[in-house]
């Protein structure tokens, strides 16, 4: 792909993503419980839904984002049970590249394992939050993979925002709007994203307390124990 059209496609993703974080109207809450929301509302991008989740957690932003980063050195794979696999097929910049994230099997096994192809782009606030925004891109490196289903990522992302007054906590809002393809029950694809939204807030603060994350300049940390 092209760095330009790259970086002009991963900008007009991150506006979307920015806007659905701005955009309060229209919400409702789907599951909520340990201090973590799940809300949900039309997709404008796909026929299905547009999934937010917001929880905080326990570290400042810097130390959260080295555990859900989608870039080298993440740790985003070994605590995230949604995450079975994760690379880097191209990379533009330290902050914009190519990633291809394989997900294992779900709900015993209704859902397949599944692949996504997504063009990241990583934006850094004034204020010092970190975002991730993603989106579904066609690679010619990456056709759909024996074993998988391809899915497709609409406009999604991650904020990791600073809690005021309290430096050591973050405010974590995701964003998904996923097609999983296949020929799934729209009941399983309902259940699915609001349970695995809350695990996904679960299993972070876990990992937080387990593992220390990466020093500045390092690509690895500590194994789980």
């Known amino acids: 792909m092209d760095p330009a059209l790259a970086a002009q496609v991963g900008e007009e993703v991150a506006d979307k993503v920015l806007q659905y974080r701005q955009d309060g109207s229209g ?3 789907c599951r909520e419980g340990n201090g973590v929301t799940i809300s949900w509302r039309p997709s404008v991008e796909f026929p299905g839904n547009l999934y937010r989740g917001e929880g905080v957690v326990n570290g400042p932003p810097e130390v959260v984002w080295a555990f859900v980063k989608p870039l080298a050195g993440s740790l985003r ?3 995230d049970e949604n995450v079975s696999s994760f690379e880097i097929i191209q990379s533009f910049s330290d902050t914009l590249c190519v990633t291809r994230t394989a997900t294992p099997s779900a709900v015993m096994n209704l859902i ?7 063009l990241v782009l990583v934006k850094t606030y004034k204020d010092g939050t970190i975002s991730s925004n993603a989106a579904h891109l066609e690679h010619p490196s990456y056709p759909p993979q024996p074993g998988y289903v391809r899915g497709r990522n609409h406009p999604c992302g991650c904020f ?7 430096p050591n906590k973050t405010r974590v809002v995701t964003f998904f709007q996923t097609d999983l393809s296949g020929l799934l029950p729209q009941s399983v694809v ?3 994203f609001p349970r695995s939204m809350a695990g ?3 299993n972070l603060q ?4 387990r593992t220390p994350a990466p020093t500045e300049g390092t690509q690895d940390a500590a194994p789980f124990q």
Not at 206 to 209: C, I, N, Q, T
């Open 190 to 192: 309902d259940a699915f």
């Open 206 to 209: 876990k990992a937080l307390r």
């Open 27 to 29: 919400w409702k809450i």
């Open 112 to 118: 397949s394992p599944r692949d996504f192809v997504d």
């Open 77 to 79: 794979d070994k605590w």
């Open 160 to 166: 990791c925002e600073p809690v005021l007054g309290e």
């Open 200 to 202: 996904f807030y679960a």
